[in-house]
């Protein structure tokens, strides 16, 4: 097919794709979708799991065909061309290839000869790509050795070592933290910038969408709206309000009644209060509420429109049949001096800090700060080098399996079987917290109707939904009633409304007596949290409430600091002390 000259890089034109599932039903994965990627800009793709993002993007690099419609890239049909596509352009999925028993250089290396990049371009290409992520000096570290910020960096510049005229890039900052994020995207940025390059993106983080040039937000197959993100947050106007409680109830208590009214779109804690989204101009009649008007952004504007198409959600409060009896001031989790090594390497280093009985506790920091492995000890994965950890009453290093039989735990990719289906893995995990007869099916039971899973017990859990994936996994944490709940970036690649849900439900279980520690890389949902921790280096940088941790920065621009803000400050002030003194 020949190429149009004056054809923009990406030509969408009612595209639709339908996917058959192992049971045999049809999804409508993408529904009469249109859009154009103009020259040297930034396009993202919003919206919930099961959107089309992928698929968009995937028909987008000529991997799928569209059943009806057409998908001009570069001037060529993506499906007829799909090999010439595919020379040209950048596509970064989400599960990117890296080989992690190569090291940096070597996967460099591999990516330049599949591309065909000879030794002299190399000599330019290379130099330009570890100065822009910051890699050089890790060149000889294995790839499965990197932090996941360091990784999602390399992934990115093995993408871009053939110098593409489009970056197609697949929720490139799920699991990152903060400060990797804002790095991954000034790289992208500067691309665009300097390269004159296109790049079109998905993501799960609503705010990253303020700085694209253009944004599709899409739900079931279809898009919702487009525009810049000022057109999308202007549809909100006069509908944004910072709540405050005259009771003085915390934002998380706040936000969890908030968000299940009617009249409301969105509510999300933020700096210590609840903004607040209503589907209409007029203010909600909420007694001991006082309400002040902000001005919008892209994630107020994209919720409204989200809920609007969505409709009616269900109650995301949870009912235990059992509560913990616990005592207001007892202690669940008792941390000394906490050291865990890894030959040489030190991954934490002497921390300490206690966790009250039902308190929502958080494990804050960086990729690779070390929190991952404090929460594994935690839970009792795996043990400790060096000081005291008492959990539920329980010495982890001579009563493990005590300890764990009251703990339940949701990980970041839900250890859940997905060629079972929700049945078979409520009942497996049933069976394996000891759970057996008219108990065991009384729990499932329970489990189901507090998920609403029902609809979905055949169906295998791998085939579900993102969102469905969290319910099912913290529904097979809970069979057994623990007293302590550990969670694992477990909202990671969540859509904001599954995201929304899912604290409505930690809210109801730590309002029952239920003690919840979470590791996240959603600076916001810090502020469901009782107190944090961040830790950086394998040490801890700074524990208090919320409110605590907000008060060590501060805004240029005069407006409250959030705990992204904070997060930034505090880790980048330690690393900057580090570098002082060595």
């Known amino acids: 097919m020949p190429v149009r000259e004056k054809a923009q890089p990406v030509e969408i034109e009612r595209v639709h794709k339908t996917f058959r599932r192992e049971n045999g039903d049809t999804v409508k994965a993408l529904a009469g979708v249109s859009f154009t990627a103009q020259h040297n800009t930034l396009t993202a793709l919003v919206g919930p799991d099961g959107g089309g993002k992928t698929t968009l993007l995937r028909m987008i690099a000529g991997l799928v065909a569209a059943d009806e419609g057409s998908a001009c890239v570069l001037g060529m049909d993506a499906a007829a061309d799909a090999q010439t596509v595919q020379e040209r352009i950048g596509y970064m999925p989400q599960k990117f290839g890296l080989y992690e028993d190569l090291t940096v250089q070597q996967n460099l290396d591999l990516y330049a000869d599949l591309h065909g990049i000879g030794i002299a371009a190399r000599q330019t290409i290379y130099p330009r790509l570890m100065q822009m992520t910051a890699l050089g000096p890790f060149t000889r570290r294995l790839a499965g050795l990197l932090s996941g910020g360091m990784k999602q960096k390399l992934g990115l510049a093995c993408t871009l070592v053939s110098s593409p005229d489009l970056l197609l890039l697949d929720e490139p900052t799920v699991g990152v933290d903060p400060l990797s994020r804002r790095e991954l995207w000034e790289i992208v940025r500067r ?236 009942d497996f995990f049933a069976s394996a917290y000891g759970l057996r007869g008219d108990r065991k099916r009384t729990r499932i039971a329970w489990a189901k109707a507090q998920f609403d899973l029902g609809a979905m017990a055949t169906l295998p859990s791998g085939q579900l939904p993102g969102g469905y994936k969290q319910r099912l996994a913290m529904a097979a944490a809970l069979l057994h009633e623990p007293e302590i709940l550990f969670l694992d970036e477990a909202t990671s690649g969540a859509d904001p409304l599954a995201r929304r849900e899912f604290w409505g439900r930690i809210t109801a279980l730590a309002e029952q007596g239920v003690t919840v520690i979470v590791t996240t890389h959603f600076m916001e949902e810090a502020e469901y949290c009782d107190r944090v921790i961040i830790m950086d280096g394998g040490v801890a940088l700074a524990e208090g409430s919320p409110e605590n941790i907000r008060a060590r920065a501060k805004r240029s621009d005069g407006h409250e600091p959030t705990m992204e803000d904070a997060f930034i400050a505090i880790v980048e002030a330690s690393r900057q002390d580090l570098r002082k003194a060595a």
Request: with cysteine; hydrophobic share 45%; aromatic share 8%.
């Open 191 to 426: 691309q665009v910038r300097e390269s004159g390059m296109t790049v079109i993106a998905s993501t799960s983080y609503l705010d990253e969408a303020e700085f694209f040039d253009h944004t599709i937000a899409l739900h079931l197959g279809k898009v919702l709206a487009e525009g810049r993100p000022q057109e999308i947050a202007a549809r909100a106007a006069g509908r944004v309000f910072m709540a405050s409680s005259a009771t003085k109830a915390t934002a998380r208590a706040l936000q969890s009644r908030l968000f299940r009214q009617p009249e409301i779109a969105d509510a999300v804690p933020e700096a210590g209060l609840v903004r607040v989204v209503t589907h209409e101009a007029e203010l909600p009649r909420n007694e001991n509420v006082i309400y002040a008007p902000v001005t919008p952004r892209f994630e107020d504007g994209f919720m409204l429109l989200f809920r609007a198409a969505v409709g009616d959600i269900q109650a995301t409060a949870i009912k235990l049949e059992h509560r913990p009896e616990n005592a207001p001031a007892e202690t669940a989790v008792e941390v000394r001096d906490l050291l865990r090594t890894f030959g040489d390497f030190v991954a934490v280093n002497h921390v300490s800090f206690d966790v009250r009985r039902g308190e929502i506790y958080g494990l804050l920091g960086p990729n690779g700060a070390g929190k991952s492995t404090t929460f594994r000890m935690l839970c009792g994965l795996i043990p400790a080098t060096g000081g005291q950890l008492r959990v539920a009453g329980a010495d982890l290093r001579t009563s493990r399996a005590e300890a764990r039989a009251k703990l339940g735990y949701v990980a970041q990719k839900f250890s859940l079987y997905g060629d079972l289906s929700v049945d078979e893995n409520l």
